[in-house]
């Protein structure tokens, strides 16, 4: 063997040894993936059906509406089990409490705890497309249950160019017991599909006025988050290749509702109910008084007639898919607040409901249209329930069941033609 080809042997085998138990993971976008984490579960397309988790927070409670077939069925492979959490199955199992679930790159990843008799072990689980496969990942955290009590659900993982952040909320046992208060601690798992990287950033205060890091997004090679520490709301972005975190110098009423447009441009809500713009590279903040405003008509005793005047609405969620921006009224696109499903409004004092509606903007914040959202036409009954926008569609999804129409039809305005897609099965409330 000459010294050229033993150097090549050598270098094959570094490959090998570097490839070896190691699968290939797919570089997908956040919004791609997850869009839009709302309400029960987010919106989990492949290119067959849907994924969904019926129980919104708890027992693993997986399922698969099959697009062709019409079929919905639990996403378990064994053709003999009942589904029933007597023998150990991928789709209904009581071993672990489900935090978050989603669908990256033909596989579902689920955020769990498992509960022994003195701890509380967090792990990511990966189920294959056809649900054959359950892998336990990695363990990201273990916690003596003598101090805390874990919190189930809040903040959602989400996955971005192969980087999976999942955050935690631990609560303590002794501020648990002071009436009303409630106080521990929250932090963030930073986990690399492709390396096995794990790295956590620091911990944070948890408490009435402290959530922690909070509504994460993926956009380029950054993890954004807003971080909201007594009543204080920061934007912040993690990057995934040099895993540093830089702060953006928002104005300082942010109330911690942002999008992120494009790689320069965020837009974000400000007290007051304006929208304000940010840019990245000149550190610029922009306001468009134009944006969250709508005609409401008043009667005019002097002039003994009904006139129309400007007046702002309550922006209660954004999203953009990079060609629109998406401002709800009464309407939310993300499941950002803990175990809050939220989307129907009262007005203030009265029983009466405000009717819901999602402001469309286009790039230069011109309002195309409003479209008019609720879900009691397509149940028969007022029902919480979200909004996802994802290729091309638009999802409303309820407790019960989701429905859908295409974009197109949503951006004529009105009340767009939302038709039954597909029924939750099993549904737990
Ligand atoms: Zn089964």
């Given amino acids: 063997m000459n010294y050229k080809r033993m150097i090549s042997t050598l270098l094959l085998a570094l490959l090998l040894l570097a490839g070896c138990g190691k699968d290939e993971i797919p570089i997908e976008d956040y919004v791609r993936s997850n869009p839009g984490t709302a309400g029960m579960t987010a919106i989990m397309k492949s290119d067959t059906g849907y994924y969904y988790s019926s129980t919104e927070y708890g027992d693993l409670n997986l399922h698969y509406y099959d697009v062709a077939s019409g079929q919905n069925i639990y996403l378990c492979s064994k053709p003999e089990c009942r589904h029933d959490g007597d023998a150990f199955c991928t789709a209904t199992s009581e ?206 005793p002097f002039l003994n007639a009904e006139v129309e005047a400007e007046e702002n609405y309550t922006c209660t969620d954004m999203i953009t898919d990079g060609t629109y921006l998406y401002a709800g009224h009464g309407v939310s696109f993300h499941g950002t607040s803990k175990g809050n499903l939220g989307s129907i409004v009262y007005s203030e004092g009265t029983e009466e409901k405000i009717k819901s509606y999602v402001h469309v903007y286009d790039r230069e914040l011109n309002e195309v249209v409003k479209v008019e959202v609720n879900a009691e036409p397509y149940l028969g009954y007022e029902d919480y329930f979200s909004v996802a926008i994802l290729d091309g569609m638009v999802y409303l999804q309820t407790r019960p069941a989701v429905f859908s129409c295409t974009l197109e039809e949503f951006l004529k305005g009105g009340q767009p033609p939302f038709e039954l897609l597909y029924e939750h099965e099993d549904v737990e409330y």
């Avoid at 909320?169 to 521990?184: H, K, R, V």
Wanted: proline share 1%.
């Fill in 95 to 300: 071993k672990y409490s489900v935090n978050s679930v989603c669908f990256y790159g033909g596989s579902l990843y689920l955020s769990v705890m498992e509960t022994t008799e003195s701890e509380y072990i967090y792990k990511l689980l990966r189920v294959s497309e056809d649900g054959s496969e359950l892998t336990e990942v990695v363990t990201y955290l273990t916690v003596n249950k003598a101090s805390i009590r874990a919190l189930i659900g809040g903040e959602e993982m989400i996955i971005h160019r192969g980087v999976a952040v999942i955050p935690y909320t631990l609560i303590s046992l002794e501020g648990a017991t002071i009436a009303g208060e409630i106080s521990g601690f929250t932090g963030t798992c930073i986990y690399n599909l492709g390396t096995g990287e794990l790295t956590q950033l620091p911990e944070l205060e948890y408490n009435s006025k402290s959530n922690g890091r909070e509504r994460f997004t993926g956009h380029g090679d950054y993890i954004y988050f807003n971080t909201k520490q007594d009543r204080k709301n920061t934007l912040s972005r993690y990057c995934i290749t040099d895993g540093s975190i830089e702060e953006l110098e928002l104005l300082r009423t942010y109330t911690g509702m942002y999008e992120v447009m494009d790689e320069d441009t965020i837009y974000y809500y400000y007290s007051g109910e304006r929208l304000f713009e940010h840019k990245i590279s000149t550190k610029e903040n922009i306001t468009h008084e134009e944006v969250f405003v709508y005609l409401e008509k008043h009667w005019n």
